[in-house]
């Protein structure tokens, strides 16, 4: 059975610094990977998607990598903004079987960014 | 464009009560699903769809139901609401099963079983 790790539960940090949000899994028979972020009492907002073939996907501050074979990604999030400050989930889609094309997500990284 | 629409937006209930949960997307996807959303959790996958007339359950089915008549609703029903089901529960889509990479989800619905 899949299973979908987020480590920290928690991070705070000041301003302006760089940082990394980790994601792990059990099974790499994925068909992608996605992270969302959610801020307080809203939906899920899709920040990076990175096919199974893909090492990294980019956009703006944000960098994502994907290392199907050990079965961990990283978000990095470059010159915090206290704008940044939510929950960021990490989510797997199921390659093969019965649960195919289902999201597996992780508990999420809640992220507070101080001014 | 709506995309995936919820309705309600917030709910109480009393224990013992039933309610559905409607979900509706206009973008004639095949796939749709729901999950749900507790304090310090991630989403948990209730009940999916691969189109009308197909669904499937998830993690957490119990004491829930769905069903599929049409491509474009998928309403999820609660049968005798209980506190434990007091949740944030989310719809979304997705164009097949095992195409399309862009999932939709909606606004959420906010449960509140009392």
């Known amino acids: 059975k899949q299973e979908v790790t987020q480590i920290p539960a928690a991070l705070s940090v000041p301003e302006g610094e760089n940082l990394v949000l980790n994601c792990s899994f059990t099974?790499?028979?994925?068909?992608?990977l996605q992270w969302f972020r959610q801020d307080p009492g809203k939906g899920l907002t899709s920040l990076l998607l990175?096919?199974?073939?893909?090492r990294e996907q980019t956009s703006g501050r944000l960098n994502a990598s994907l290392d199907k074979s050990s079965g961990r990604s990283t978000l990095y999030i470059a010159a915090s903004q206290p704008g940044d400050s939510a929950t960021y989930l990490c989510?797997?889609?199921?390659?093969?079987?019965?649960?195919?094309?289902?999201?597996?997500f992780g508990k999420g990284t809640k992220l507070s960014v101080k001014p | 464009n709506a995309g995936v629409t919820q309705t309600p937006k917030f709910q109480v209930l009393k224990t013992g009560q039933s309610m559905t949960l409607q979900c509706a997307q206009d973008?004639?996807?095949?796939?749709m699903s729901w999950y749900r959303q507790d304090p310090g959790m991630g989403l948990r996958l209730i009940h999916y769809?691969?189109?009308?007339?197909?669904?499937d359950q998830g993690e957490v089915p119990n004491g829930y139901n769905v069903s599929r008549s049409t491509t474009e609703d998928f309403p999820l029903r609660l049968l005798s609401a209980a506190p434990s089901q007091t949740s944030v529960y989310f719809c979304?889509?997705?164009?097949?099963?095992?195409?399309?990479?862009?999932?939709?989800f909606g606004e959420g619905s906010w449960l509140t079983v009392v």
């Open positions: 990175i096919q199974s073939s893909q």
């Open positions: 099974d790499s028979a994925i068909y992608n």
């Open positions: 979304a889509s997705r164009r097949t099963r095992t195409s399309g990479n862009t999932i939709y």
């Open positions: 989510a797997v889609r199921v390659e093969y079987g019965g649960s195919q094309g289902n999201l597996i």
């Open positions: 769809s691969v189109g009308a007339g197909i669904t």
């Open positions: 973008m004639n996807h095949e796939y």
